[in-house]
């Protein structure tokens, strides 16, 4: 017997002029826009009463219980205030990272952050934010992955304040050398049969799985997608079945009736 779920969603819009104001002079690379750089910003514009948030990118599928990673901020040590996971490719070493601005490890991948706002604003992070994306700026004359720059830059001075999430709750799915491992397995059922309920299959499963390429499902809504060769064995997926994958489980949900939902 199915039993549906009511989602409880509530909207909050915001709108501070100032925040608008301060992009708007970001200058950054057309892929990312510099509306990304308001992820630095929350700390200062969230209602004091909101003391963590995840903050997450919109290219993303949950595959397991938000509550999960919420819970990660038990783990927290009394310093840690960002958490994050590194990146699986060489994307920011080779594009972000130079001399004068190192990053940690692979780079920390800004799609999935677990922001402690309450003691960012005890660290003053608005202005030390700030104040250091003007100086990546004028050194590097924009910042070429937004707000990552920004986050990655100061976690490598400070890392006392990083706390590592395990890969799989931000498995980067593009095409870049991987230079990282994070071995997963993701068997669906056929997302032709998916109803409103769907029965995860298989160990290692990912928590969260982020499509970070210039080609997004939303673009492929007139395309028939199908999995050609679907994996039906537990097994470490590839890169390839992976992104396979993803458009599969992304289209079944998007056709799901709304009274699912209700």
Known sequence: MSTLVKLLLKLIYHNYPQIEEFVRHVPAHPYFGSETILK????????NGVKKVIAL???LLFNQNVHDLWSIFEEFDDHQMIGGAFELTDNLQRDMATP???ILETGINSGVLL???ERMRKFNWSTASV???KEIISSKKGLRYSDQDVYNTFLHNNRH???ELPCKWNVVINFAKLIRDCPLSWVISDAAKTNCMTKPVGTNLPGLLHICTGNKPEQQLNK???NPNPVKVVRIFS????HYTFFEVYFAFRNLSMQCFQ
Request: aromatic share 24%; charged share 20%; net charge negative.
């Open 131 to 133: 104040e250091l994306t």
């Open 115 to 117: 922001l402690h706002l």
């Open 100 to 102: 004068e601005y190192p």
């Open 224 to 226: 028939t997608f199908k």
């Open 57 to 59: 990118d919109t290219d």
């Open 239 to 242: 890169m390839q079945e992976l």
């Open 161 to 163: 304040f990083f706390y």
């Open 40 to 47: 630095i910003t929350w700390p200062q514009f969230l209602p």
